[in-house]
């Protein structure tokens, strides 16, 4: 007997395709419609702003459900030539534990090799800040082969301890 999309629950991947978006409005409008779903991560006003207008000229790609709806993008930046760095991840909260951030970090990475990068980084809460949410963030970039490099206490701000997270390419 085959089990329905209710039983498989989370864990059941979706049928995503990754697109390239190069229109700057895009990226900003995709970029705060995901966000803005994601208060537990992006609930700093001034901070999500600051991604939306920061996306518009990084390159960017946004998972496409069936449907052709966006449930998800990524973001990236290249420092020193050789170093890429993921600087914003989102995906709809119905759709966390799907596959979606998984295949939108490999697209990154593969425009990050192609790019001639050797390393990607990624900056999330530490773990001293003890946030549930952020314990699973750390978990998945974990899962995808991200290991912990440093936290920064003072790169945000005293609350928000910063952890600088790294793999190889």
């Not at 992006?42 to 518009?56: D, M, Q, R, T």
């Not at 390159?59 to 890429?84: E, M, N, Q």
């Not at 050797?118 to 001293?128: A, G, P």
């Not at 899962?143 to 490099?149: A, I, M, P, R, T």
Request: contains cysteine.
């Amino acid at each position: 007997m085959l089990k329905s999309d209710a039983d498989l629950g989370r864990n059941m991947e979706v049928d995503v395709s990754i697109v390239e978006i190069k229109d700057s409005n895009k990226k900003s409008q995709f970029a705060e419609e995901i966000l803005r779903r994601l208060p537990e991560w992006f609930g700093i006003e001034k901070a999500l702003i600051e991604y939306v207008n920061c996306v518009a000229s990084l390159p960017f790609w946004i998972a496409l459900s069936r449907d052709g709806r966006c449930i998800g993008f990524i973001s990236v930046k290249i420092h020193y030539g050789h170093t890429g760095d993921i600087y914003a991840l989102g995906v709809l909260p119905e759709y966390h534990r799907r596959g979606i951030g998984r295949l939108l970090v490999a697209k990154a990475e593969e425009y990050l090799k192609n790019n001639n990068c050797k390393y990607i980084i990624v900056k999330t809460l530490s773990e001293m800040a003890e946030y549930e949410p952020y314990e699973r963030t750390r978990k998945f970039y974990r899962s995808v082969g991200f290991e912990e490099l440093i936290t920064l206490t003072e790169m945000w701000d005293s609350e928000n301890p910063c952890l600088i997270m790294i793999k190889k390419l």
